[in-house]
């Protein structure tokens, strides 16, 4: 019976971090995109609408931030360990594939100024599939 409410518990309280962090990211990212597209299409440009929005964006990263760290935190051993490996790849790929986007215009390897953004999309694959491959190999 211990144990069955423990699990019970466990499961509980997972599943809340779980919506919490994907409130606070849905958040963020809501955030993001505002303060991206807002200053061209909705407010043109305006310096204090934009300072509010960057701002706003800052404070809902904060929070995306924490609420991820409690539900790491709420997670066992072999979840953590998952979500360390998949963090330090993540970090990892990101790193070096940024250092290179960032000098392939310089050194005139492509003709267009590469997009900061990519970085993100590479971080956040890499992180998706480190996930997928180590749930496998720990299952």
Sequence with gaps: MKTNDHDENFSSRTARNTK????WTGLWLLSL???????????????????????????????????NKQHLQGLDELQQRIQLEAMATSLGVSMVFGALFGLIE????????PNPSSILFVMGITYFITILVRSRTYS
């Design 33 to 67: 995109a505002l303060v991206s597209f807002g200053p061209t299409l909705l407010w043109d440009y305006h310096k204090v609408i934009t300072i509010c929005t960057v701002v706003t964006n800052v404070v809902m990263g904060y929070k995306m931030i924490m609420a």
């Design 20 to 23: 919490h962090l994907a409130f």
């Design 106 to 113: 310089a050194i005139k390897l492509v003709s267009f100024t």
